[in-house]
């Protein structure tokens, strides 16, 4: 087993292969904060908070270290952030910093398997626009790896590899590890939108999609690229039957539920059993009433009338029963609704809520044989329902935001859905419709009442009505509620809900925010095609049926040239990560704390909208365009002018790379550069905070073969 470790300034990533083949990351914030040990009160609460700590006594401090370090600093601005890096190199101010960094880097590693591993570890190249000692930095990092044991004794032999080299090894193998390196889902995948459940190559900027913070927002780009190798399929329970997965590429992550916390989790490092989920979009505390605004012209009178109905409980299950089986009648001017002649409870359940809240006597029609039509007749009412419970694409939607109600009310609304197009039996309740928008509807209604929701779909298959032969053209869409649960009614069903079973055996659930399900199967197949990821604004995040997934450290910029694997030249510049937050803190005031957590805020594709991100997105354009400079200079005077067949593909990786649309940016000054060389794609790999350790990984394993 070998082993690959990214040693940035802001993020430390340790890389291993697990028993079948698979990359696993271990990943630490490489920062800490100082803490008395005569503030006894303090120390003992982050102990017990299970904070990484390390105790000097002979000095009277302690260290809090890693993530937990970052978000004491950024909440208390009296408290000092420290780093043992400092623009890609050690700290040489801060007296703590090898002890702690050797810390962290032994935790990284844990055990090995063998003793005397190859280790192949990143470092940077000197800078050229700062005085840096990258060779002593490096020295300083190999006397920690030799000096390494783990509990059983067990050494490693360390190598150093370039950060941006390692780079190239990660994400270049297709082009013979040629290019210069600067340190997605498969077709067919369902989304969660604001125009209903849809392929995620149906998704346009613009469109919103629930974010794992239980949010809508707008996705601000869709990304797609040619991916050919192996896709991750996972197989989640209670999405569809054993035909339907998700298919990922490139170690794309996703949220899973360890031990109680939620975390970013690479698809190739889930394992079956695993929890994930979505969102369930949750309510304000202050929900406040809706209500409905209709005008109405008294016979043989011009002047109109407005009427304005509270939308009560009972308004919002009319409103259920005419987005289920519901249609308005411009010919008669009617609003009307269709049931079932054996379903005379759900007929004067209608007739009641319009006498007894919009005034309005409804008449009972006889549509077929089979089905009785109950209509109301009243021209700002079709008005009204024309206007507000139809989009653009003339496709019944529910017009206020779920958060907006209150319990009583997604009640009364799932009930008027599951009542006139769905099914109510002994152990199962069920919404059905070709309406994706409806089903996202009700598999959220069912979320927000407690009750985990299975969710199906099936394509549209033949027909055949009264001789007449077809084809349907629209996907059917079910939800459902979980069978182990025993209902005798609607209101039953959620007031009385229960569950012999411990929510470990059940398949899904409802729990912390999230409607719950495990992964059931993993499997690993070949996939070439185009491959899609979405850039969200703000929470970087979208979901689907029983899914969220994320849309894919900070120090020196490190570049390296290479062909097919051999370095041709390589150096860094000190104007990334670390420099952006030193230079944005001093334009604002702020401390470097505060604008390292602002930083993660940022989308370089939209105009800030603080003076914080103002300032930090600035920085950005300089610190992009002085690394373009750079790059065209090295290219410019390579030795011998090395040549190259094709075009050139530069990969941008890291901590720095990570806001949306950095690679754009970083394209349009490239090409704008006139670079000596044919430039080809600007690839930004899904998993930026990995690709350095991975590519440290493959070193050491290619320098064992």
């Known amino acids: 087993m070998s082993i690959g470790l990214d040693c940035g300034t802001y993020n430390l990533v340790c890389c291993k292969r697990d028993g079948e083949n698979n990359f696993l990351h271990k990943r630490e914030v ?72 050797n810390i962290m880097l032994q935790s990284l590693i844990g055990e090995v398997k063998e003793d005397g591993e190859v280790l192949y570890y990143s470092v940077p190249a000197n800078a050229l626009n700062e005085e840096t ?13 030799k000096a390494f044991k783990d509990k059983n004794g067990k050494t490693v032999t360390p190598y150093k590899i370039n950060e941006a080299l390692a780079l190239i090894y990660a994400e270049l193998e297709h082009k013979a590890y040629t290019g210069v390196g600067v340190s997605c889902l498969v077709p067919g995948t369902k989304i969660y939108t604001n125009k209903g459940i849809v392929d995620i190559s149906s998704v346009c900027p613009g469109d919103e999609v629930i974010t794992h913070r239980g949010r809508w927002r707008k996705v601000t780009n869709v990304i797609t690229k040619n991916f050919k190798g192996i896709a991750t399929k996972l197989q989640l329970n209670g999405y569809t039957d054993t035909t339907e997965d998700y298919k990922f590429v490139d170690n794309h992550e996703i ?37 409905m605004t209709f005008c109405h012209r008294t016979t043989c009178s011009s002047t109109l009338t407005k009427q304005r109905v509270e939308v009560s409980p009972d308004v919002f299950r009319l409103i259920g029963y005419f987005l289920g089986d519901g249609s308005v009648n411009h010919a008669e001017g009617c609003v009307q609704w269709d049931f079932q002649n054996t379903e005379l409870e759900n007929i004067s ?18 549509k077929s044989e089979n089905c009785t039509r109950v209509k109301c007749y009243s021209i700002g009412m079709v008005n009204y329902f024309s206007r507000h419970f139809y989009n653009e694409s003339k496709e019944k939607f529910f017009p206020w935001k779920l958060h907006q109600l209150k319990k009583s009310d997604c009640l009364n609304l799932l009930a008027g859905l599951i009542r006139s197009d769905g099914t109510i039996g002994e152990e199962r309740v069920c919404f059905g419709n070709t309406n994706s928008i409806l089903a996202l509807l009700a598999k959220q209604l069912f979320s927000r009442l407690g009750v985990a929701a299975s969710i199906s779909y099936r394509e549209p298959r033949p027909y055949e009505i009264e001789g007449r032969k077809g084809m349907g053209k629209k996907v059917e869409w079910n939800v459902g509620s979980g069978s182990k649960f025993i209902f005798q009614s609607i209101k039953d069903m959620i007031e009385n809900i229960c569950c012999e079973n411990s929510r470990s055996s059940e398949k899904i659930f409802v729990e912390n925010g999230f409607c719950c399900s495990r992964i059931q199967k993993i499997d690993r197949e070949e996939y070439e ?11 970087h995040s979208f979901s689907g049926p029983n899914l969220t997934i994320h849309n894919c450290g900070a120090g020196m910029v490190n570049i390296a040239f290479a062909i097919y694997g051999n370095p041709v030249f390589q150096f860094s510049i000190v104007n990334s990560g670390d420099w952006i937050d030193k230079m944005a803190a001093k334009a604002t005031g702020e401390s470097i704390a505060y604008i390292n957590k602002e930083k993660t805020k940022l989308d370089l594709t939209v105009e800030p909208d603080t003076l914080i991100l103002r300032a930090i997105k600035a920085q950005y354009e300089i610190m992009i365009q002085r690394t373009v400079t750079e790059i065209k200079r090295g290219l410019d005077t390579i030795e011998n002018k090395a040549r190259t067949d094709g075009d050139i593909d530069i990969v941008v990786s890291g901590g720095t790379a990570s806001p949306n649309g950095f690679e754009t940016l970083f394209e349009s000054m490239l090409r704008q550069a006139n670079l000596p060389i044919q430039l080809g794609k600007v690839i930004k790999p899904k998993d930026t905070l990995y690709s350095v350790a991975r590519g440290c990984l493959l070193a050491a394993e290619a320098s064992k073969q």
């Open 349 to 366: 359940d209608v007739i009641d809520i319009l006498y007894k809240n919009f005034s309005k006597n409804a008449a009972e029609t006889i």
């Open 529 to 539: 095609g185009i491959v899609y990821d979405l850039q969200v604004e703000e929470d």
């Open 30 to 101: 490489n920062a800490f904060i100082e803490i008395p040990l005569d503030n006894r009160f303090v120390f003992n609460m982050m102990k017990n908070a299970g904070v990484p700590i390390i105790e000097r006594p002979e000095a009277g401090v302690a260290y809090a270290l890693g993530e937990a370090a970052v978000n004491i600093a950024y909440t208390m601005g009296s408290v000092e952030l420290k780093r043992p890096m400092k623009d890609g190199c050690l700290n040489p101010k801060e007296r703590s910093a090898q002890q702690i960094l």
């Open 255 to 291: 949220y899973v539920n360890r031990n109680s916390e939620w975390m970013w989790v690479g698809c190739e490092d889930v394992v079956p059993g695993d929890v994930v989920g979505e969102p369930i979009i949750q309510g304000d505390r202050e929900c406040y009433a809706s209500s």
């Open 133 to 145: 000692d990258a060779e002593y930095h490096g020295k300083i990092l190999e006397a920690m790896f």
